[in-house]
């Protein structure tokens, strides 16, 4: 009885996690006959993988596709803020990983890491205007400074604070300074943290859409989200070349989800990621 | 004395070296723009690309929002917002936690799964939901029709009524995962000693449950709740994407209401004073959440 209970239980949470993302997969691969036919066929006649191709295909005057674009667009924010994030992050996280007043700092990341974008934006804006930065993905991978380095300097402190202080003091005999520590003994040390670090702001960069939607405004700088959010505006016109879109923005941050796994909840507390 | 001066002022130098950068980024883009958005709000500026007519009007804006039917409004669609999906997301994610916390065939890939939710873009998941519910071709019309549940095809978000719980549903698919796995790592803490001597002393189910895993599980439990309030107060995107704040404002949330005065209606001044409204909510809760950390901590 309560095995039954158990499997039922399963099998039902399996189909609400998975029923969506199916359903998402099966739109981007039918024929336009069969997505519009009332009442519905559940499969496609036949498999129509050309959305995919026109997706990222150039279009008729051989200009790249949008979609393309906004993908590369959104590689260079999320590794350009990564990699930025990452070093200032990494600094100062070692820094209050071996002070005494470290966890202070540490809370004021995750409220500085919490407070609402909105309340930021117009501010951003007018900076961004200023400097010539608006309309590019590089202005936008500094905006999203303000979130990934509180993020990665409460994982990357985690981190460092599991490398034996011990060995700050064999490195010391051997002559290397605090700095020297760091780069010699305790990134080597920390890396399956700061891999961690890393794959959660490259996530946390990709999902982005607020700053995104207000601080880019053509194809140049756009990023996917934006871009596949346009698809959208107004009523949708070919639910097969949304749903592919969706399928292609989809498989980066969910095969970064499955290498997460593991290291999901500690990350998770400090934040939550979304936001 | 001399060497003790000298002393603090290398600290201070290296203190400088290595938390100047991160001090610095968010002096710029958090700090700073949190003291202009604040200074905005006493003003009647309007916004076009650049700020105008920045003339101080005192807490004008906070008066008028204060009796605003829009504002209102949203606030309420905000709260009802919050109090559903939040409440819906921490039941479904404490049963699946428990769940995945027995032993079954297929367990690991359910675990696994679970992820998938999580981190498929935001956006992403409101446009497959904004499909599922498609007034014309959606599958969700299609499913409850061929079930006999419907007698025909109904317009899931244009509904006033319905339209802020279609979009609750996407985001408590989208959510409860967290709330899940945050269940399941805390109880891969509870010693087996306790249920064993839970057992033994003839506890039931339904006992166990209370006198051993909910104490266990509690402190992830509050967390998870702050955590999911804090991100729901803010709500935007999954909005933005399924309904745009219609049909008749029935889904326009404060964050909604910031955007269209702020960068559509030229009223940076209020829009900037409901942000700060939504910033003072957001820091209460925080704070809330710094305690739950400290004391998870030790």
Redesign the interface.
């Known amino acids: 009885m309560r ?1 039954a209970i ?2 039922t ?2 099998i039902l ?2 189909t ?3 029923a ?2 199916v ?2 997969a099966i ?1 981007s691969v039918s024929s336009t006959t069969d ?2 036919t ?3 066929h559940w499969l496609p006649a036949e498999f129509d993988l050309s959305r995919y191709g026109r997706l990222l295909s150039p279009d008729q005057s051989g200009h790249t596709s949008p979609f393309l674009l906004a993908l590369r667009n959104s590689l260079i924010v999320g590794v350009g803020g990564t990699a930025l994030a990452l ?3 990494g ?2 996280a ?2 209050i990983s071996r002070s005494h007043k470290g ?1 202070g700092f540490v ?1 004021a990341m ?3 890491y ?11 804006y ?2 961004l ?1 200023a400097t010539g930065l608006l309309n590019n993905p590089v202005g936008l991978a ?2 999203y ?2 979130f990934l ?2 993020f990665t ?1 409460w994982l990357l402190k985690t981190g460092f604070d599991g490398v034996p202080r011990e060995l700050d003091d064999a490195g010391r005999v051997d002559g290397l300074g ?2 020297g520590v760091l780069i010699r003994i305790a990134i080597p040390l920390a890396r399956a943290s700061i891999a961690t670090a890393a794959l959660f702001a490259l ?1 946390m960069a ?2 982005e ?2 700053y995104a ?2 601080f880019t405004s053509n194809a140049a700088a756009k990023t ?2 934006v871009a ?2 346009d698809f ?1 505006s107004g009523r ?1 016109s070919d ?1 097969g070349l ?2 592919a879109a ?1 399928v292609v ?2 498989v980066p ?2 095969a ?3 290498l ?2 593991k290291n ?2 500690s990350g ?2 400090a ?5 | 004395m001399t060497a003790g001066v000298l002393l603090l002022r290398r600290d201070a130098g ?2 400088a ?3 100047g ?2 001090i610095l ?2 002096a ?3 700090g ?3 003291v ?2 604040l200074g ?1 709000s006493f003003t009647s500026a309007s ?1 076009l ?3 105008k007519d920045l003339s101080f009007v005192g807490l004008g804006n906070y008066v008028e929002i204060a009796g605003s039917p829009q504002f209102q409004r949203a606030f309420f669609v905000t709260l009802k917002f919050v109090a559903f999906t939040v409440a819906v997301e921490m039941l479904l994610g404490l ?2 936690g428990l ?1 995945l916390a ?1 032993q ?1 065939p ?2 690991t890939l ?16 409101a ?6 519910y ?1 007034p014309d ?1 959606g ?1 969700l019309n ?1 499913l409850l ?2 079930l006999g549940l419907i007698d025909e ?1 109904r317009s899931w978000l244009g509904d006033p009524l319905l339209a802020l719980y279609a979009i609750g549903i996407a985001d408590i ?1 989208k ?1 409860f ?2 709330v899940a ?2 269940v399941l ?1 805390a109880l891969q803490t509870v010693p087996q000693e306790l249920y064993d001597a839970a057992y033994v002393d003839g506890a039931g189910v339904f006992h166990r449950f209370k006198a051993v895993t909910f104490p266990h599980i509690l402190g992830p439990l509050m ?1 998870a709740l702050v ?2 309030t ?2 729901t ?2 709500v ?2 999954i909005i ?2 399924m309904t745009r704040g219609g049909p008749f404002s029935s889904t326009k949330s404060m ?1 909604m209401l ?2 269209e005065r ?2 559509s209606n030229l009223e ?1 001044g209020s ?2 004073a409901i ?2 409204i ?2 003072l909510i ?2 209460a809760f ?1 704070v809330v ?2 305690r739950l ?2 004391r ?2 030790s």
């Open positions: 095995r158990i499997l239980s399963a949470l399996a609400i996690v998975l969506p993302v359903w998402l739109l997505i519009y009332v009442p519905l070093m200032a992050a600094l100062a070692w820094h966890e809370h995750v409220a500085t919490m407070l609402p974008q909105t309340v930021m934006a117009l501010p951003i007018v900076m205007s500094l905006v400074l303000g380095v509180p300097t605090r700095f996530l990709w999902d859409f607020f939607l207000l996917v989200t596949i959010v959208t949708i639910y949304v749903a969706g923005a989809a941050p969910v970064i989800g499955f997460l796994q999901l909840i998770l507390m934040g939550g990621v979304k936001g | 290296r203190a070296f290595y938390l950068p991160t980024i968010l710029v883009a958090v700073g723009p949190l202009f958005t905005i916004f690309g650049t700020l049963g699946a769940l027995e079954f297929g367990r359910l675990r696994v799964l679970l992820v998938i939710p999580w981190a498929i873009p935001t956006v992403v998941s446009i497959t939901w904004r499909l599922i498609a071709f599958v299609a029709q061929q095809y698919w959510n995962p967290i796995l945050i790592a967390v955590l999911r804090i991100d107060v803010k935007f995107d933005w994407v964050s910031v955007y702020t960068f940076a829009g900037s942000s700060f939504i910033t957001c820091i925080i959440y710094v950390l400290r998870q901590g």
